[in-house]
């Protein structure tokens, strides 16, 4: 390993290089305060590059009638009401600068023959309001973030595993990292650091988050800092993750192949849906549709892999084929299987983190000063069922907001305080794993805990598994104090995967516990010993390792309240 220790100095330190992370450095270097992102992936690998189906805001570029006000209402409703309503209105009013934003930046959205920005319906929205680029809208948007920090000469290093932030007296100082090449650490110190390292998803065995992110690094370098947990229980399952090969079980089949007409069956041939939802369908709720499935495997009707089908083999070729191009490409490089001619054998996964960092609705500060925490680290927006295309905005509506924060913060300060200590303890955390040589292994205890959450967290939870669930947490645990870290000529990968492991570990037993706490089903979180929605859970539940606190919701604007209503799903895929 490197002996070297280059010690860098910057007014704000961004934390994760995808969409929510760049936005926050672009907004900063815009302002001409000095920015530093680093990632522990490739900056254009980042995984809002995946995000396929569109971003909302309310143009009226299709529907006139559509307003702010709407999509908040429409967003308070479909969160089962644990939306923060000052948080979905910081977001709904500040959509369309942020769909702005983008095409200052050379974003090429689809537009209609006039020239307008094309929106189509997404799920429980009132009127069309998500914006695209084909569907590959996520991949877009990173590639028009990355054009822009590169034009503001902004500083991004994307090799760089952050273990510490570094925080004196609840202010912090910086943060400690590696990297993930030859080991070299890196001492950042920074007035104000900016949270933006994904989710927790990565966690479940099956899941649509790729191998080595959103394992939860933001949960645990917050708590570790001295911040809290919001939600963790509430994740959001996507109905279709294929089941194989291992090594990609989870990738999505992108829901515009229900939306286009594909069919769900069980092994028995059922087209299964017209048990749980016979008007809709297959255009049901993302988690009415993810609770099926994984109730007819449960049932002893799945295949026998653990999974149903999704057939689109009957739908014309020149349908699947500009339709479902990315579908069609994915599943011959994956399986070699053409699904013109066959069904996709697919089961529910872990998709996205509905809860997140406890973040101010303002500003995202955190508790802990300079701290904040953006995207899919942060929470408030989604509360218990996310609507579609509500993440990417979200992401640059906050961005643009946390930026602003951040530098008047650092302008703000009279004087950084440091801590010898703190970094002293950063850089022997390090130390540490690089000496163990016990025989546990790294990768094998990450396994444990994903099956642990896919067992007893996973679509469907009650007390006897969550409790079982927490007492094998404890063993793997324990075990952790048995590791062996063998860094290589290949690089610190087995370093990063120990850290990943730590964050796992916290992620799920936050998760566990509030799922315990919540003693009803609401939305995505299903327990089958609660069944029914207690007006009592009305409330959002915040995690720190001391325990859990019931923090009360805000009410909601009349203006908006009053808009909150059913909404039509006729030929609609719902989210």
Same mark, same amino acid.
């Given at each position: 390993?490197?002996?070297?220790?280059?010690?860098?100095?910057?007014?704000?330190?961004?934390?994760?290089?995808?969409?929510?992370?760049?936005?926050?450095?672009?907004?900063?270097?815009?302002?001409?305060?000095?920015?530093?992102?680093?990632?522990?992936?490739?900056?254009?690998?980042?995984?809002?590059?995946?995000?396929?189906?569109?971003?909302?805001?309310?143009?009226?570029?299709?529907?006139?009638?559509?307003?702010?006000?709407?999509?908040?209402?429409?967003?308070?409703?479909?969160?089962?009401?644990?939306?923060?309503?000052?948080?979905?209105?910081?977001?709904?009013?500040?959509?369309?600068?942020?769909?702005?934003?983008?095409?200052?930046?050379?974003?090429?959205?689809?537009?209609?023959?006039?020239?307008?920005?094309?929106?189509?319906?997404?799920?429980?929205?009132?009127?069309?309001?998500?914006?695209?680029?084909?569907?590959?809208?996520?991949?877009?948007?990173?590639?028009?973030?990355?054009?822009?920090?590169?034009?503001?000469?902004?500083?991004?290093?994307?090799?760089?595993?952050?273990?510490?932030?570094?925080?004196?007296?609840?202010?912090?100082?910086?943060?400690?990292?590696?990297?993930?090449?030859?080991?070299?650490?890196?001492?950042?110190?920074?007035?104000?650091?900016?949270?933006?390292?994904?989710?927790?998803?990565?966690?479940?065995?099956?899941?649509?988050?790729?191998?080595?992110?959103?394992?939860?690094?933001?949960?645990?370098?917050?708590?570790?800092?001295?911040?809290?947990?919001?939600?963790?229980?509430?994740?959001?399952?996507?109905?279709?993750?294929?089941?194989?090969?291992? #090594?990609?079980? $989870?990738?999505? =089949?992108?829901?515009?192949?229900?939306?286009? &007409?594909?069919?769900?069956?069980? /092994?028995? !041939? *059922?087209?299964?849906?017209?048990?749980?939802?016979?008007?809709?369908?297959?255009?049901?709720?993302?988690?009415?549709?993810?609770?099926?499935?994984?109730?007819?495997?449960?049932?002893?009707?799945?295949?026998?892999?653990?999974?149903?089908?999704?057939?689109?083999?009957?739908?014309?070729?020149?349908?699947?084929?500009?339709?479902?191009?990315?579908?069609?490409?994915?599943?011959?490089?994956?399986?070699?299987?053409?699904?013109?001619?066959?069904?996709?054998?697919?089961?529910?996964?872990?998709?996205? #983190?509905?809860? $997140?960092?406890? =973040?101010?609705?303002?500003?995202?500060?955190? &508790?802990?000063?300079?701290?904040? /925490?953006? !995207? *899919?680290?942060?929470?408030?927006?989604?509360?218990?069922?996310?609507?579609?295309?509500?993440?990417?905005?979200?992401?640059?509506?906050?961005?643009?907001?946390?930026?602003?924060?951040?530098?008047?913060?650092?302008?703000?300060?009279?004087?950084?305080?440091?801590?010898?200590?703190?970094?002293?303890?950063?850089?022997?955390?390090?130390?540490?794993?690089?000496?163990?040589?016990?025989?546990?292994?790294?990768?094998?205890?990450?396994?444990?805990?994903?099956?642990?959450?896919?067992?007893?967290?996973?679509?469907?939870?009650?007390?006897?598994?969550?409790?079982?669930?927490?007492?094998?947490?404890?063993?793997?645990?324990?075990?952790?104090?048995?590791?062996?870290?063998?860094?290589?000529?290949?690089?610190?990968?087995?370093?990063?995967?120990?850290?990943?492991?730590?964050?796992?570990?916290?992620?799920?037993?936050?998760?566990?516990?509030?799922?315990?706490?919540?003693?009803?089903?609401?939305?995505?979180?299903?327990?089958?010993?609660?069944?029914?929605?207690?007006?009592?859970?009305?409330?959002?539940?915040?995690?720190?390792?001391?325990?859990?606190?019931?923090?009360?919701?805000?009410?909601?604007?009349?203006?908006?309240?009053?808009?909150?209503?059913?909404?039509?799903?006729?030929?609609?895929?719902?989210?």
């Amino acid at each position: 390993m490197s002996t070297e220790e280059p010690q860098l100095s910057t007014s704000v330190i961004v934390i994760g290089t995808g969409g929510s992370g760049l936005r926050a450095a672009i907004e900063l270097a815009e302002a001409g305060v000095d920015v530093l992102a680093v990632g522990k992936r490739p900056k254009m690998d980042a995984h809002t590059s995946l995000a396929a189906g569109g971003i909302n805001a309310a143009l009226g570029t299709m529907d006139v009638s559509d307003s702010w006000q709407q999509h908040a209402a429409d967003t308070i409703k479909e969160s089962y009401l644990l939306a923060d309503p000052h948080t979905v209105d910081v977001v709904t009013r500040g959509a369309a600068q942020g769909i702005e934003d983008l095409e200052r930046y050379g974003m090429n959205f689809a537009r209609e023959s006039d020239g307008r920005i094309s929106q189509r319906f997404f799920g429980a929205h009132m009127y069309r309001r998500t914006a695209f680029a084909g569907d590959y809208t996520g991949l877009e948007i990173q590639r028009a973030l990355i054009r822009r920090a590169d034009e503001l000469g902004v500083e991004i290093i994307d090799s760089v595993y952050i273990t510490r932030i570094l925080v004196r007296d609840n202010a912090v100082f910086g943060a400690y990292g590696f990297d993930l090449t030859d080991g070299t650490r890196y001492l950042i110190r920074a007035d104000a650091v900016i949270l933006a390292a994904g989710g927790h998803t990565r966690i479940w065995r099956r899941t649509s988050s790729r191998r080595d992110e959103n394992t939860g690094d933001s949960f645990r370098l917050a708590v570790e800092a001295g911040g809290r947990i919001r939600d963790p229980e509430l994740v959001q399952f996507h109905p279709s993750g294929i089941i194989e090969p291992e #090594s990609a079980a $989870g990738t999505l =089949v992108s829901e515009a192949a229900r939306g286009e &007409g594909g069919i769900l069956t069980n /092994a028995l !041939g *059922e087209r299964f849906m017209a048990r749980y939802d016979p008007q809709r369908m297959e255009l049901s709720t993302r988690d009415r549709v993810a609770l099926a499935a994984y109730t007819e495997i449960k049932e002893g009707r799945g295949t026998a892999n653990g999974g149903v089908w999704l057939d689109v083999s009957h739908l014309p070729r020149e349908t699947i084929m500009t339709r479902l191009p990315r579908v069609y490409q994915a599943m011959l490089e994956l399986q070699m299987l053409d699904i013109t001619r066959a069904p996709i054998e697919i089961a529910p996964t872990a998709h996205y #983190s509905m809860g $997140g960092v406890w =973040v101010r609705a303002d500003d995202h500060t955190t &508790g802990v000063d300079g701290l904040y /925490a953006v !995207g *899919e680290a942060a929470s408030g927006l989604h509360g218990a069922n996310r609507l579609g295309g509500n993440s990417l905005i979200e992401l640059l509506v906050y961005g643009r907001i946390v930026g602003r924060a951040a530098a008047a913060y650092s302008a703000g300060l009279d004087v950084q305080k440091r801590s010898p200590e703190a970094v002293a303890e950063a850089r022997g955390e390090i130390d540490t794993l690089l000496g163990a040589d016990g025989p546990e292994n790294v990768r094998a205890l990450q396994r444990g805990i994903r099956d642990i959450m896919t067992e007893y967290a996973g679509v469907v939870r009650d007390e006897t598994g969550l409790r079982r669930g927490l007492a094998e947490l404890d063993a793997i645990e324990e075990r952790m104090r048995d590791i062996g870290i063998h860094p290589d000529i290949a690089g610190y990968q087995d370093l990063a995967h120990a850290f990943d492991l730590k964050s796992a570990a916290l992620a799920a037993r936050a998760t566990m516990e509030a799922a315990l706490e919540r003693r009803e089903t609401r939305g995505c979180h299903n327990r089958s010993d609660h069944p029914d929605l207690d007006p009592a859970f009305q409330v959002n539940l915040v995690w720190s390792p001391s325990g859990i606190v019931r923090e009360p919701i805000a009410p909601i604007a009349p203006e908006v309240a009053e808009l909150m209503q059913e909404v039509s799903t006729e030929g609609k895929l719902v989210e």
